[in-house]
């Protein structure tokens, strides 16, 4: 048998999915240009085209979901297992992602507008007529991707990623420019903490070198010590660095378990830092109570912690019988010294003047250009062009004035290759 369906109760179903169709178009198209927005905005690179699709269609999905948990239908009174109801979710998905793909081109135009972004795609027409007209320069990466020395080293398939890549800059950056913004480039989009970029004179990189940020608490304990995590209440006040002691909670003589000092806590979850020999006195079924103890106050952890976000780091290098840096003054190297080991003894922050010799060990601070220099460190040998440290003059090694208390010998040792 039959059922004959007035033909205007058609043309009303038809009226109203065509106007949800669109309404839930527009919906997507909305979501996905704010997403695309922010994305552009924080990022500065524009939101793929499958994360607009996604989002878009994701919110619209929501919706539906729930006028159907509500009204135990997708649209009017068309049960939700029918053919009419597969029409209208298809023609929804469909519209939706389009509309979501417009959205998201919407609102990255309306981003790179605010945020003064320029947008320049680099294997469009448009980058070819640029390139053309000279206004900018393509930077062909080593197809060696060196490690900065005393860095943590990078995964070598970051390394392939970068090997040999080529990569567009403004031709109006100078050079030094084009070396901060090729790092920050290479450091924002392939996750390298450290890059140091050697650029010549004809705009091309003759060396590149990355490295890592050091991460996790094990590269800043001291020695002999250890991190652990118990469960505890400590001072809602703690900060790093502070002295603790831990004490049993749960015994009845509620003894002195071990002393250490406060790292950070996540709820009731504490990390101190003990000794290694306390280490085995934890039990993991047993909760513990801290307490805190008065301290002097110094600047130790505020150091730890400065130096563990700036950009410098502390490397040891020790002088061999060829190395280039045997003779050196300690001034002339493109680093910092803090130490120097010699025969055994440490001498903090020695003279400029102090001449390194065979067995020298330094410890340096510098950052990742400086001690890439130092490992490559070639010594200037033409008179006048290195820097002259006090009690000389310039000129070469042999015309040196001695120093102001006489001691010539001492001086003129500084320049012997002997």
Do not use: C
């Amino acid at each position: 048998m039959t059922i004959a369906v007035p033909l205007q109760l058609v043309s009303d179903w038809t009226m109203t999915a065509l106007l949800r169709i669109l309404g839930f178009g527009l919906y997507a198209s909305v979501v996905a240009m704010g997403f695309a927005f922010l994305y552009r905005g924080y990022s500065t690179r524009p939101l793929p085209v499958g994360v607009g699709v996604v989002v878009g269609l994701s919110f619209v999905t929501m919706s539906l979901n729930i006028d159907a948990v509500v009204q135990s239908s997708v649209i009017g009174d068309t049960p939700k297992i029918h053919y009419a109801s597969g029409a209208y979710l298809l023609g929804v998905f469909g519209v939706g992602a389009v509309a979501s793909d417009v959205g998201r081109r919407i609102g990255d135009h309306f981003a790179a507008d605010v945020f003064d972004v320029t947008r320049i795609d680099a294997g469009g027409e448009v980058a070819r007529l640029v390139q053309s007209a000279g206004l900018v320069v393509e930077l062909a990466l080593p197809e060696t991707v060196e490690d900065i020395d005393g860095y943590p080293a990078v995964d070598e398939a970051t390394k392939r990623a970068l090997a040999g890549r080529t990569m567009l800059f403004p031709r109006r950056l100078s050079r030094d420019e084009t070396e901060s913004r090729l790092a920050a480039r290479l450091a924002r989009d392939f996750d390298v903490g450290h890059v140091h970029a050697a650029i010549d004179g004809d705009l091309t990189v003759s060396s590149l070198a990355v490295g890592r940020r050091p991460s996790g608490v094990s590269p800043s304990l001291p020695p002999g010590t250890v991190a652990v995590a118990v469960e505890g209440d400590p001072s809602p006040n703690a900060s790093t660095g502070d002295p603790v002691e831990v004490w049993a909670d749960g015994s009845a003589d509620g003894h002195l378990v071990a002393t250490g000092k406060f790292r950070a806590a996540v709820g009731d979850v504490v990390t101190i830092t003990v000794g290694t020999d306390d280490a085995d006195a934890f039990d993991s079924a047993e909760s513990y109570r801290l307490v805190t103890r008065p301290d002097t106050a110094n600047d130790v952890n505020e150091l730890v912690a400065t130096v563990w976000e700036a950009e410098e780091t502390v490397t040891a290098v020790t002088v061999e019988d060829d190395d280039p840096l045997r003779g050196e003054f300690v001034d002339w190297l493109p680093v910092t010294v803090l130490v120097l080991v010699r025969g055994g003894d440490p001498i903090p922050f020695p003279a400029d003047n102090e001449t390194l010799e065979v067995g020298d060990t330094v410890y340096v601070l510098g950052t990742p250009e400086g001690l890439h220099r130092l490992a490559e460190y070639e010594p200037e040998r033409e008179p006048g062009d290195r820097p002259v440290p006090d009690g000389a003059t310039g000129g070469d090694a042999d015309e040196a004035a001695p120093a102001d208390d006489g001691d010539d010998g001492r001086l003129a040792s500084m320049f012997s290759d002997d």
